[in-house]
């Protein structure tokens, strides 16, 4: 009999050991919790257009102030893009301050709303909007990204023309003085990343694009007009960017910047 007790012991001891292993923690006991397995993960980076999204995204026919007039009079640019490794231009009114708080927000050109929402708390307001602008490359999409805003006027998937109000002016819930952080972004993903950086990434100068040579007359028509029309596909050829560099040329003809800084 007594030669059974080392293995009973041994055996008490596994039981134990197990016990332990298996026992449930209680609340003052350290745990791994482990992700949700279940809970949907939201990453703009995978929202991307797909072929048929791109085809009915319209081309750049004439291009708008995003801010201030049509030729974005009333406003300065506070920080120009790559000034402090700023990836947009800050456009504010010439008030200052939160004087431009509420102020309309314009599309700079015919669009397709992809993304509207609150990336992170940083950005606060964010829409961005996607225009084809090469007709030797009609998959080429470039998208205008416009962030801080108060309130958002459209919706993913609605097609706007020119000059269209599709936001307000807005501060990030109080985060900063109010202002419009607009970026332009060559391709079709929907990531907000950041702000800024120490190169250019696949940002282009918003001011830049926006003094680019003008198209002809006939595409000079007001949002309404442009909607009415919208059928007509003499209205569907493309707005072309001239440059040896591929980056937009400011125009020559005496044409205001769409966005200056006030005189000292």
Known sequence: MLRWIPALLVALVLLFLAAR????????????VLPDTH???????????????????????????ALGSENGALTYNAQPFLIDRHLGDDLNGI?????????????IGNGLV?????????????????????PEDPTAVIQSFYSHL??????????????DKIGEV?????????????????????????????????????????????PSSRHSLLPAILSILSEDSSLDQPLTISSKSGNPKPSDKGEKSAARKPQQ
């Open 21 to 32: 292993q298996f026992k449930g923690r209680g609340p003052g006991d350290a745990a791994t």
């Open 170 to 214: 807005g501060n990030a819930a109080g985060r900063y003085l109010a202002h419009l952080h607009l970026e332009l972004r060559k391709g079709t993903a929907s990531d907000a990343g950041a702000g800024y950086h120490q190169s250019a990434l696949n940002r282009l100068s918003p001011s830049l694009f926006l003094q680019a040579d003008k």
């Open 114 to 134: 992809t993304y509207t929402g609150t990336p992170s708390p940083g950005w606060g307001g964010t829409l961005t909007v996607a225009h084809r602008n090469n």
């Open 150 to 163: 108060s309130s958002l006027l459209v919706s993913v998937g609605d097609r706007i023309a020119s000059g």
């Open 39 to 65: 809970q949907a993960v939201f990453d703009p980076a995978f929202i991307r257009q797909r072929p048929p999204l791109i085809a009915a995204t319209p081309y750049l026919t004439r291009l708008s102030a």
């Open 95 to 107: 008030g200052g301050w939160n004087s431009d708080f509420g102020d309309p927000v314009f599309a």
